[in-house]
Nanobody, 117 residues
């Protein structure tokens, strides 16, 4: 089984920064992708950014140039550095691990990010 534990959410003013972390534990295959998704009240969950174990990244257009995803493979940990935050970034942010072996997805419990104007 796999567990994902997120940390780093909080309340910040517009223009500020936050760094999210997500540590994965359990049976984790070396070839995988980790990422962040978010869900605002009344909206569907959407992709924010993903990074493969090989280092390839993908970002939503709305966060390009402001957010940076990175990972430490030795620690099975993914990070999301969020700069120049906007009120529209307010959401619950969920960590995801996608294992290509078996094609399975795992989710964290979510961490709240609130950006005040």
């Amino acid at each position: 089984q796999v567990q994902l534990v997120e940390s780093g959410g909080g309340l910040v003013q517009a223009g500020g920064s936050l760094r999210l972390s997500c540590a994965a534990s359990g049976t984790i295959f070396s070839i995988n992708a980790m990422g962040w998704y978010r869900q605002a009240p009344g909206k569907q969950r959407e992709l924010v950014a993903t990074i493969t174990s090989g280092g390839s990244t993908n970002y939503a257009d709305s966060v390009k140039g402001r957010f940076t995803i990175s990972r430490d493979n030795a620690k099975n940990t993914v990070y999301l550095q969020m700069n120049s935050l906007k009120p529209e970034d307010t959401a619950n942010y969920y960590c995801n691990l996608h294992q290509f072996n078996g094609w399975r997805d795992y989710w964290g419990q979510g961490t709240q990010v609130a950006v005040s104007s």
